[in-house]
């Protein structure tokens, strides 16, 4: 069984949150769920058991579990073992709102996973505490609204994230094909100028950046059975079928048709909306 809900965060909110994405699995095969590589940074609020990272994107990372995380850009997938039930709240950060709202730039938190207490201190259990003892998705999104918004208008004397490296970052992620030094032209700067600045502030590249939203659109494409491999590597930018698997290897270390087959949890993750969406099956 599964169910849960997609919701937009308050007004407010939107340029720092993209979307808060509710899921209640139960009754699955017990395995392994591969989180994949994504243009937003992850906050995870687990409302069962913690998740179990069995393996981590970042070299070095142990394997660990976390009852609330944050996890910052990669383009190496991170492996969650699970028991067949996964219940708790995913939040889409853009890089805006991990200066706004974790008080970091995206470039420390890296491909690492880390606690979300480390960057919020007491509000991170005050968000389980709340949520937890709250029944129904809508009031449980109020929540986040509420403490998210209290906590940026706290923030606002944050450094913010630099203008100009988020134009780049936007035209890279929304603008499929569009070319690196393109964009640093758009901004008076040389390429080798703004891959510092964009690195120095997220922690990948602008390359890495738009391979990041192409994978992730391939993702979402896949995730749809009817899809044809072909149609998928045309539709999302890939010069043809082989280099669409070529980069399914590298940031998910299997090809698409093997992630489709065991991929055991449905694709509640797959959809942008733009408001609130009932999930069930």
């Known amino acids: 069984m599964s169910d849960g809900a997609r919701q937009r965060p308050a007004p407010v909110l939107q340029p720092y949150v993209r979307q808060y994405e509710g899921y209640r699995l139960t009754g699955f095969p017990p395995g392994r769920h591969l989180g994949l590589s994504s ?7 687990s409302l069962d058991q913690p998740v179990d990272i069995a393996r981590a994107a970042a070299p070095g990372q142990k394997p660990g579990r976390f ?32 200066r706004a709202l974790l008080g970091v730039p995206t470039s420390a938190l890296g491909a ?15 968000l389980l505490e709340r949520i937890a003892a709250t029944p129904g998705w809508p009031e449980r999104f109020a929540i986040l609204d509420r403490v998210l918004t209290r906590r940026l208008f706290g923030a606002r004397d944050a450094v913010q994230m630099d203008a100009r490296v988020a134009y780049a970052w936007q035209q890279l992620v929304a603008r499929p094909g569009i070319a690196v030094r393109d964009v640093a032209g758009d901004l008076g700067w040389s390429r080798r100028y703004l891959t510092a600045r964009f690195t120095a502030e997220l922690g990948v590249t602008p390359k890495e950046s738009a391979r990041i939203a192409r994978f992730a659109r391939s993702k979402t494409m896949l995730s749809r059975p ?21 980069e399914w290897r590298e940031f998910a270390g299997v090809p698409p048709s093997r992630w489709r087959q065991d991929e055991v949890f449905p694709f509640v993750q797959d959809s942008d909306a733009s408001s609130e969406e009932g999930l069930s099956s």
């Open 67 to 98: 009852s609330a995380l944050a996890s910052g850009l990669t383009t190496s997938p991170v492996t969650i073992a699970h028991d067949g039930n996964q219940h708790g709240i995913q939040l889409a950060l853009t890089p805006a709102g991990a």
């Open 226 to 246: 009817e899809a044809r491999l072909s149609e998928v590597a045309v539709g999302c930018g890939f010069y043809d079928q082989a280099h669409l698997a070529r």
């Open 112 to 126: 690492w996973v880390v606690e979300l207490e480390d960057l919020l201190g007491v509000e991170a259990q005050e």
């Open 39 to 45: 243009p937003d940074l992850t906050v995870v609020l």
